[in-house]
């Protein structure tokens, strides 16, 4: 084997002392880098608890060494409905987004994913990728004509006869959380399919073979068997598209831009960040109230979170 | 630890109760939460129930044709009427405004009884679903009564709203289009009789379009000429005929629909309109299509049960995928072709302008610059570039020569590609250092993220593998992915924070830069102790060098050089002419210098790439730690019984396991970099030299109002990421395969 031609090492030719030394490097060079990548967000946790002149006027470093109490006047700034910078109600417009972006592909996909996985139709294999390969599509490429759908509808013009047609109403969706909330489960449906679909055409064969000789259709084997056994992976896309709903910046900037009644909370803290320096002692308060649930959704649900990365990617 | 979690839980929950119950404006919020959640119950509710229902009609072809085909004709019927009346077509039916008045309380009554109607209609639908997902069919009758008792409530106190737009305008003609056609359905299923069948498809036809004829608005009614009346319906013959030929079919069928079509639109669309025209030829030109339409309805005969199966069969699959491709199809596909649709028009989608959009964009016409190749010159006399042609040069020989000695051209071992890969990285900073531009942006930050979180990652992974403390410190690195980027931002923003010189920085950066520039240019005990400190370091390296030389032995040379290296250029700045954040005065005083990291460029585009790579390493992180964990354990065996060392082992058999992997990793890496936008958008809205395809898409599009320009961008940016898609395409091929 090839592998003979590594026997030519001999052993680190060191002292064991040193050796102890270089073998302990390892853990200290990642408890290095894992400094490093809190430090971050150490500082802003640590100045969104000082005030206003302490923020401005020394390092956050500084709060460990000096007197000086710890203040809880940002958040209350922040979560007041009634003071001109509060953030509260885009806390519930988040929601008013997250949720129903969360809950509606969940049903849609784990449909398709089963007819892809389950279901013989002719072109399933090819539709089966098409759908797929939209993962990779940027958004960019949807976005003008979906705000022009949501604040106009759509209509086709017969140029021969003079006559409009009006394909989709004119719901007047721009500047709501519903035009987010719609724009989220389109685009979120390809991921949503191709990680259900690595699950659920996973199952065992032989349930399904069992169950439709006792007489269950599609529609009965989805609802009895599929769905039930499919909760973990349903928990791991609902993770997923949670905290990607929950943090988009873009669609909701671009659908609902500056309808203040309906900006969730990525919106309302950039606009914190615009105002150059005069909120700037807020803007860490703020930044952890809008991550305050995706960190308690990444914690509480770290398992499937990562069981839902590695489904959705190590495959293939 | 679960007992912890569901505390986090709960306590996050009644944090947000308690958040909105102390507020003074708890009303209005209570209003959204509940708005919201209505809004999802309906949404959920109705395609839910659409969905089971349109199953439940399919389940009717197998155990009842006649009632499937009333079913189906009746709601193709009720929904083409919907459209031709929400479009404006026909006249408007049922009680108007100033009967409604008349009657007064009768309309009371019949709106609720309407309603009620309704409602139980629907009701009884959803009662069919719920008692057979649930198994107990007593079920059905309580609920469509309590939709119908909705549908009452609802007709006695909405009376005028319901009443007025929503019966006289939307409801009348599609339910008496579906009628009609749901009756001719039932007759068409029942009827095994070829002859009687077509004659009951003519006569259905007849009366639905006798009856569309005469409720037609004047307005559209045509005026035709035998050419525009002949063209289209022979096109449209020729169209469907001929396929079904070429499959050997009979195209009598076809033939029909296609005759229908293209007489269609050659009567509404080719014509004149004229609205004091006859009214015969309104009625003909409507009659024809829809006696032809019930002709290629009726034309075979009656299934058989093979067929009724097939029929079934083949509608599930579209039912449980119709929701998720019509969702795709509205969103991602007619959105993005409509894009590049509009990428061929001026700023405001009036004039068609060919392809000058993208020219603007290659041409340099924009408010950046797209490539700007303009310092190219100046490339040489980058120090970047006089670093890393040098040490690509060296790689290359010392690859050559250790070739040469093992019979190989080039030997790639740690000494010959440490030089290679620092030059070649140091040469691609001081290429997109120089020539500069939105799209080289682009390339730079897809260049460097995914080369730095990937190695990054790969690194903690190899690291954190089989360490006590790994799941901690893996969730620490891990964390980032689950803030987002415009949180992100604000947590570098202040990372990067510069103030004026006179002041203390309050950025960790600068804090240090300029702690640093003081402590190199001072003379204190920490200076000297640093001095010493280096010092030491330096000259131990340099004597596991020498050893390593005398030794004949070339393990782990080529990274401890490296580093010496760069210690060694470092003590000499720290020594010699300083380092860090601190400039002489003009009186030879010592004045704090911080640097600018956000505005200075081009080098300020790293520090945001900074962002990105500290969200984007957490997720190689994941993936790659996963796939060496599943690397077989007998291969390293092997590798350790054979006297290989860690290096040997990882880079040997480890990382060559993990190549596709990597490759799934770098792939995703790249479509995230390459949209790259809210970082960008919050710290510097593309300033100071930063912008990237994005940020520019959305500034042009709808900032400065130019959709031409802006799809021509959005659709650049779908280019550039194709190749990708391809390679994914490929993967997934493989592993269908």
Known sequence: ?316 | MKALKKLAVVAAVVVLIVAIQSTDQSELLFDKIVSTLISVAIAVGASAGLWVGVNLLFEQATKNWPRFQALSFGLVGGVFFFALDGNRLLRTLGPQPDVAEIVGDATNVSTSLTMALFLGLVGLLVGRAVALYRSSPALVAPIAAGFAALGVLLGQTRTEEVAGEFFTRILWWPVIGGAIAAAFGALLGGQGDLRSRRAIGVVGGLVLGVLTGFMLFRAYRPVFSVVDLAVPTLTGVVAFGFPAMVRGRSPVPSVLLGAAIGWAIGAFGFSDVDPLGPLGWQVVATTVPFVLVGLWASWRPLADSTRRTNVSAQARSWIFLGPALTFIAATLVIPAIRTMYLSLFDARSEEWVGFANYGRIFGNDLNEESFDFGRIGALDGSLLFQLGVPLLLLGAIVGVLLGRRQGNFFETTGVSATPIAIGFVLVAFAIFSTIRGTVINNLWWVFTVTGASTCVGLAIAVLADRSRSEKIAKAFIFLPMAISFVGASIIWRAVYQARDARKPQTGVLNALWVGLGRLSTGSGLPTFLVTIGLIFTLLSILAFLLGAIARRSLQGVAPIATIGALLAWFTYRFIGPGVGGVRTGPTGELIPDPALFVQDSPFNNVWLMIILIWIQTGFAMVILSAAIKAVPAEFLEAARVDGATDAQIFWRITLPQIYPTIGVVVTTTIVVVMKVFDIVKVITNGQFDTQVLANQMFSEAFSFRDKGVGSALAIVLFLSVLPVMFYNIRQMQKAQA
């Open chain 1, 1 to 316: 084997m090839a592998l003979t031609k590594f026997a030519d090492n001999g052993a680190p030719g060191i002292g064991n002392a040193i050796y102890r030394v270089l073998r302990a490097i390892p853990t200290g060079v990642l408890w290095f880098i894992v400094l490093i990548w809190s430090i971050p967000t150490l500082g802003l946790a640590v100045n969104s608890f000082r005030g206003r002149d302490d923020q401005r006027g020394k390092g956050w470093w500084t709060a460990f060494s000096d007197e000086g109490g710890a203040t809880l006047d940002n958040y209350e700034t922040v979560l007041t409905a009634s003071s001109t910078n509060s953030i509260l109600e885009s806390l519930a417009n988040s929601f008013a987004i997250a949720v129903p972006a969360t809950i509606i592909p969940i049903a849609i996909a784990a449909f398709a994913a089963y007819a892809f996985a389950w279901i013989d139709f002719r072109g399933r294999q090819w539709l089966f990728i098409a759908t797929v390969s939209l993962l990779a599509v940027p958004l960019q490429v949807a976005l003008i004509p979906l705000l022009q759908l949501y604040s106009g509808g759509a209509h086709l013009s017969l140029p021969l006869m003079d006559k409009t047609i009006t394909l989709v109403p004119d719901f007047g969706l721009q500047g709501t959380a519903t035009a987010v909330w719609l724009t989220h489960t389109g685009f979120g449906l390809p991921f949503a399919i191709f990680l259900l679909h690595n699950y659920i055409s996973g199952l065992p064969k032989d349930v399904f073979e069992s169950a439709r000789i006792d007489g269950a259709d599609h529609f009965t084997i989805f609802w009895r068997i599929v769905l039930p056994l499919s909760i973990p992976v349903l928990a791991a896309f609902a993770i997923f598209q949670f905290l990607w709903t929950w943090n988009d910046f873009l669609i909701a900037n671009t659908m609902i831009g500056s309808e203040r009644s309906a900006q969730p909370t990525t919106i309302a803290i950039a606009n914190l960040a615009g105002d150059y320096g005069r909120n700037e002692h807020l803007l860490s308060a703020g930044a952890f109230v809008q991550a305050f649930f995706p960190l308690v959704v990444f914690f509480s649900l770290q398992r499937y979170f990562v069981r839902g990365l590695l489904a959705g990617s190590v495959k293939g």
